[in-house]
């Protein structure tokens, strides 16, 4: 390294951003993540007995990730070779591959290759990894923000151990800021920063260490000497949300929405549809899932929620944002405080196992179209009765193909407007077994039992 480099990089280092310029270069540095670095805890033995297998190290951004490579890299006295899945290929990783090769035949040094965002590394090339990582040719650790079990293949992931990594507590992300405050790399007490603006920069980071000392950085340019809460929120504008619409944060957050309603808890209901869109969550996604709630969830025991989601929907349409916040109010209120039922599901579950199961079974000849004479003279469409001309509209038939005549596919519940449906379900299938046993000389099924 000549002066000109050592002048760089030392430039470098000042115009760096607070959270490059305050990353943990020792263990000790390194916080939140005790179960892993605490004493007696897998990671801290492993470096400690120089034994680092390779890792996957799946959290939500922030959480000192590739922090924690570069010092198991360090501890280990492993060259440190480092790529971005985004950018990188096959070529990329043989090229690599054969860096380490080299660097063990000749100095017998190891080589620890970090990828970021290893979940966006395709089939071929986790592949391209397979034999080198069981070889040991490279240890290998991939930091993912998304599930490994659902982003990383099998193979690739057996030869890796899966390490979670949280998110940090308040107090963990205020002794961060603390120190990046007095630390010489950092702001080094050129600004003083209150015990409220800390809390409230941690609350509003939402576990993310990198993103603390960011909006640190950011009210400390805005408010000079002295940082206070008010100085803080000026700087933010407002609180950042974590949630990831691509990713598993955003199917978590959509989770506790949905159970939210069908727990007929219209508070949380109400705050996990407000975090969405908070977040930026395409307001017509949530109506979305609202609309499959209805009939669901709440289904026959109020038949008017689906309209009531429907109707939501379309008045949001007509209203965009930001008053059609209300009728989405609306409607999560209503379908979280309406009676349940999921048998309209259970009942098409049902149905669908029939279906798969017994095939294309013959419609009943007296069900039949029978358009022509010949259709008639075969039986077509004999002994159909019209229910119309019936009292009360109706007529005890068996409309199911013969293998499944008394079957029952539908159980409505006890709640709300299906009760009556119930009833009146009961008192047909009372009607129809009444009619069976005059026609077949036999005992009645009771509702439910199979033919």
Not at 4 to 28: G, I, N
Not at 49 to 65: A, E, F, R
Not at 191 to 215: N, S
Request: glycine share 8%; aromatic share 6%; hydrophobic share 40%.
């Amino acid at each position: 390294m000549d002066l000109f480099d050592h002048a760089s990089q030392k430039e470098t280092a000042t115009l760096a951003p607070l959270a490059e310029r305050m990353r943990p270069t020792t263990l000790a540095e390194y916080l939140g993540q005790e179960h892993l670095t605490g004493e007696g805890r897998f990671l801290r033995r492993a470096l400690e007995s120089d034994q680092v297998p390779s890792l996957i190290l799946w959290g939500p951004p922030g959480t000192g990730k590739t922090t924690l490579a570069q010092l198991v890299a360090r501890s280990t006295g492993a060259a440190f070779e480092t790529m971005s899945a985004v950018l990188a290929g096959v070529k990329d990783i043989r090229e690599t591959v054969a860096r380490a090769q080299d660097r063990w035949k000749l100095h017998r040094q190891r080589t620890l290759l970090f990828i970021d965002e290893i979940h966006r590394f395709n089939k071929s090339q986790q592949d391209a990894l397979l034999p080198h990582v069981e070889k040991g040719t490279v240890t290998l650790i991939g930091a993912t923000t998304e599930n490994p079990s659902f982003e990383v293949n099998a193979a690739l992931l057996s030869r890796c151990r899966v390490v979670t990594l949280r998110g940090l507590e308040q107090e963990e992300l205020v002794a961060v800021m603390r120190r990046a405050v007095a630390d010489p790399k950092g702001l080094g007490g050129r600004v003083t920063v209150d015990d409220a603006a800390l809390d409230f920069i941690a609350d509003a980071a939402g576990g993310d260490a990198r993103r603390a000392l960011t909006a640190l950085e950011a009210a400390a340019a805005h408010g000079g000497a002295v940082v206070d809460r008010k100085v803080a929120e000026e700087a933010l504008q407002q609180k950042l949300l974590l949630y990831d619409k691509g990713g598993e944060e955003h199917y978590n957050v959509v989770s506790a929405f949905i159970k939210s309603m069908r727990g007929s808890d219209v508070d949380a209901a109400l705050y996990w549809m407000t975090r969405m869109l908070e977040a930026g969550e395409d307001p017509v996604f949530i109506f979305r899932r609202m609309v499959i709630f209805a009939s669901e969830d709440v289904g026959n025991a109020d038949p008017r929620a689906l309209g009531v989601a429907v109707d939501a929907l379309r008045a949001f349409q007509l209203m965009g944002l930001p008053e059609g916040t209300l009728p989405l109010t609306q409607a999560v209120t209503y379908l979280a405080l309406a009676p349940k039922s999921n048998a309209v599901i259970a009942a098409y579950a049902a149905v669908r196992e029939a279906v798969t199961k017994e095939g294309a079974l013959p419609v009943p000849m007296h069900l039949r179209n029978a358009p022509t004479k010949l259709m008639k003279s075969l039986g077509y469409g004999g002994g159909y009765k019209y229910p119309h001309n019936f009292e009360g509209n109706y007529v005890p038939e068996d409309y199911l193909p013969d293998a499944l005549r008394a079957r029952c596919f539908y159980t409505p519940t006890r709640n709300g407007f299906e009760a009556e449906l119930s009833e009146r379900y009961e008192s047909l299938q009372q009607q129809l077994a009444a009619r069976r046993e005059a026609r077949d000389g036999r005992e009645p099924r009771e509702p439910g039992e199979d033919g």
